[in-house]
């Protein structure tokens, strides 16, 4: 590919990007969420109760600082309590009301993502992630490189 062509792709590419962030914050917008109360809240439905705030930082790249904020305004409202149990460090659970919001505003997106999958092939499905991870690997290594070597 050409260098013209490589630059088309890439400002498509980080046009979706920006279009996939869009939709999720129209998601949380419209469940009457901040983006990362939901994020949490949908790590909690995918994960189960039990997972702790580092847990969700890895499975959800998100920085502790946002989770941690999140989390505590989370508990103020009565959404999820916080519980150390056994030495396994502190554990986020939804409350009953948590449970119910969850099931009300987080579930459905959930489903609106399945049918969306559904509406493409299995070979597109995996084409997708594929090449996300192929992209993604790539830029991963490329971006590790650049930190190592510093802003020149």
Request: with cysteine; charged share 30%; proline share 1%.
């Amino acid at each position: 590919m050409d260098r013209k062509s490589q630059e088309k792709a890439l400002r498509e590419y980080n046009g979706l990007y920006r279009f996939s962030n869009e939709i999720y914050h129209d998601a949380a917008l419209a469940a009457g969420l901040s983006d990362s109360a939901f994020d949490i809240l949908y790590c909690l439905y995918d994960m189960g109760d039990g997972c702790s705030q580092k847990d969700i930082c890895e499975a959800w790249y998100l920085t502790k600082q946002t989770v941690n904020s999140s989390v505590h305004k989370l508990v103020r409202e009565g959404v999820v309590y916080l519980d150390t149990e056994g030495g396994r460090g502190t554990r986020l659970y939804l409350t009953k009301s948590g449970r119910a919001l969850v099931e009300a505003r987080i579930a459905p997106i959930i489903e609106i993502e399945k049918s969306a999958f559904a509406a493409m092939s299995e070979e597109e499905c995996d084409e997708l992630l594929r090449l996300m991870r192929l992209y993604l690997g790539r830029l991963r290594e490329q971006v590790d490189v650049f930190k190592q070597e510093g802003v020149r």
